[in-house]
């Protein structure tokens, strides 16, 4: 079995057009024909898939619980770990100098699913969805599905009377491709703060909201 | 015809189970049987097929360009506007002492396409999406894609090299479920600053920036 038999085996799809393929697995910094516009497609493809699945699978959950779920399993760190599954690192075309970041490896499996949809439609990729996230969707326990730690740490303040928190950008590094932020989330009243980091402002929004929550009298 | 067949007729799908019509016009303050886990099913519906209709309209189109179109064209004014289209203040079921209001309607266009997905496929979801969307999709131009106005305030500030902006909760209103938030967009070292309005914390901020945009020396 070729490496490329051995990725589509564990995609669960064979593809028509190799160059599909080839082209999901092109990081831009590998060149031209890069995944880029089939990450875009990729998105909407799993996102679709995903709801679809957790609709039927969960006839009772409300929308909101949903929701939850849904961006639990296309979030960064869930992309990462179908891309660990997949053993995506050895099959990836990247630049010699760029690092092999979650983001990237995240990026390639929106990508892979984008390029399944090209390739055979709408049903093939939501096969290959079911075939890759299988045991993300197994390990679902509608019971478990938390939000945020900004909507709970707003929900809480809101609850006790309080003045809702403050989120303040304090730090980005980075060129504007591969920016990382630093944000302080305050609670002025409690004299409380705390500073969180990610990828994106939302990100850094919701880890300094997370550690604010830790920091905070129960 | 009757009025159903009229909004069959501007939805460009004619429905096999008349129930899940039914169901997609049926706001929560009407009881039960409601639209909320359809809306649901549909945002991914629809995500997916404006994804796939602008990546093949516009091939040469970078992703965050892309990205940014169909953020564009899925926003509640968009769909509010489709809503308008379909004249579904019409036909919408709603309790008596709820407002009509662009979310109201924007939910219940995306429960119509949950419905027409759950009714008879993907495809026909997307000939629906082609359908109703067409006068927006037209109107879309490539070159005039801007970037969200926290992303070209921060991007403004950083080319000048200036302090990022602070964004500030300064009141919400309403209970949990029809909230609505006053967010202060700060640019301490210019020493200004701009209040913006929203049923979002994401949509306050956003209007919040683009005001103090708007004050911005140029």
Do not use: W
């Not at 089939?38 to 996102?47: A, P, Q, R, S």
């Not at 990729?125 to 197994?138: D, I």
């Not at 504007?176 to 929004?205: M, N, Y």
């Amino acid at each position: 079995m070729s490496r490329r038999e051995a990725l589509e085996k564990q995609l669960g799809h064979r593809f028509n057009n190799a160059a599909l393929l080839e082209q999901a697995l092109t990081h831009r910094s590998a060149g031209a024909g890069d995944n880029e516009r089939l990450e875009f497609l990729g998105d909407g493809v799993l996102g679709c898939a995903v709801a679809e699945e957790l609709y039927a699978r969960f006839p009772r959950l409300a929308e909101g619980r949903l929701t939850r779920m849904r961006a639990r399993l296309v979030r960064e760190e869930a992309l990462a770990e179908v891309a660990g599954q997949l053993h995506l690192q050895q099959h990836l075309k990247i630049g010699q100098k760029h690092p092999l970041t979650p983001s990237v490896l995240a990026d390639a499996v929106e990508a892979l699913f984008g390029a399944v949809f090209l390739d055979a439609g709408y049903a093939a990729a939501r096969e290959a969805m079911l075939h890759t996230f299988g045991p993300l969707l197994a390990s679902l326990d509608p019971s478990d599905v938390e939000k945020d730690a900004k909507t709970r740490l707003q929900e809480l303040m809101h609850a006790r009377g309080r003045k809702l928190p403050e989120y303040r950008v304090v730090a980005t590094h980075g060129a504007p491709h591969q920016r990382s932020f630093e944000v302080e989330c305050a609670l002025p009243e409690l004299g409380l703060a705390a500073v969180g980091a990610g990828t994106s402002l939302q990100r850094a929004e919701q880890q300094a909201a997370k550690n604010v929550l830790e920091k905070l009298p129960r």
